[in-house]
């Protein structure tokens, strides 16, 4: 079998050859500790910008391997063996492939529990989830790639059409943020309470998206507010797609 990543290559050698693999199981460890975590994703997919936030905010030490999504290479064999869905991000981390960006931001959540990106309490950190559920599930798979390629293609939507739909999905989920935000947020800096969230983290890419199709944000002052506080920290900031290695120059 054809070992999928090097950490699967380090594993099945250091099982083969026992007790040379001790050596390798402790070279593992080694390179483990160094690069933790690998990202895949493309500058521009709001959910690898979600991990990259995170990653980032918990100060990681990881590397990001780029998948052209304009070029179709999420659809490759290579890539589907990752994640059969022909979606990033994909987080390889552990010698394990995992996609969806909800179950990897709690897996990271757990592996580097602070800075804490849930809040303690079961009704805070349910309210958080149901911000993030709101953009994660209502907004953002139907302005997706495949789905905004299938208007293009069965019915015949040009440019146009798919902004304004985009516009009005991402509209109607943000009425019903700002409402919500409008009494969780303590101060207008972040979603909930007086720090930073998973809520945040699926906010700002959407704003992010919200801006490039166009949408007008003015009916949104807290989600302005947030935005334009989290803009300021370093953990967005890097993570911003024109800051990434595949974002095209100009
Ligand atoms: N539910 C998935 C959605 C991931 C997703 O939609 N990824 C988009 C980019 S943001 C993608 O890879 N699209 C490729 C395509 O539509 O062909 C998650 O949260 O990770």
């Known amino acids: 079998m054809t070992p999928a990543s090097l950490t699967q290559f380090m594993d099945g050698h250091a099982a083969r050859y026992l007790p040379r693999g001790l050596l390798c199981l402790a070279m593992q460890a080694i390179l483990r500790t160094f690069k933790a975590m690998k990202l895949f994703g493309y500058y521009r997919s709001s959910a690898s910008y979600r991990i990259r936030i995170i990653l980032n905010y918990k100060n990681v030490d990881w590397d990001y391997q780029p998948v052209r999504l304009d070029l179709g290479e999420q ?7 990752f994640n059969p869905l022909g ?3 994909v987080l390889e981390a552990d010698g394990v492939a995992l996609s969806q960006s909800p179950a990897i931001a709690e897996y990271i959540e757990d592996r580097y529990p602070e800075p804490a990106l849930l809040p303690a309490g079961r009704s805070a950190r349910a309210a958080v989830r149901e911000l993030q559920g709101i953009i994660g599930c209502d907004i953002h798979p139907i ?3 495949r789905v905004l390629k299938y208007l293009r293609r069965e019915f015949s939507v040009d440019d146009a059409g798919v902004a304004a ?4 999905w991402i509209g109607a989920g943000f009425r019903a943020y700002e409402s919500l935000v409008a009494n969780r947020s303590t101060d207008g800096r ?6 930073m969230t998973m809520a945040d983290v699926w906010l700002i890419p959407q704003v992010y998206n919200a801006r ?3 949408l ?3 009916e949104f002052p807290t989600i302005l507010s947030i935005d334009s506080h989290c803009a300021s920290m370093p953990a967005f900031a890097d993570a911003h797609p024109d800051r990434q290695v595949d974002a095209p120059a100009d």
């Open 190 to 195: 972040f979603s909930y309470g007086d720090s």
């Open 143 to 145: 302005q997706n790639l």
């Open 212 to 214: 490039r199709f166009e």
């Open 87 to 89: 979606f990033v991000p």
């Open 75 to 81: 659809h490759t064999a290579a890539f589907r063996a």
């Open 216 to 218: 007008a944000l003015d």
């Open 165 to 168: 739909w985009c516009r009005e």
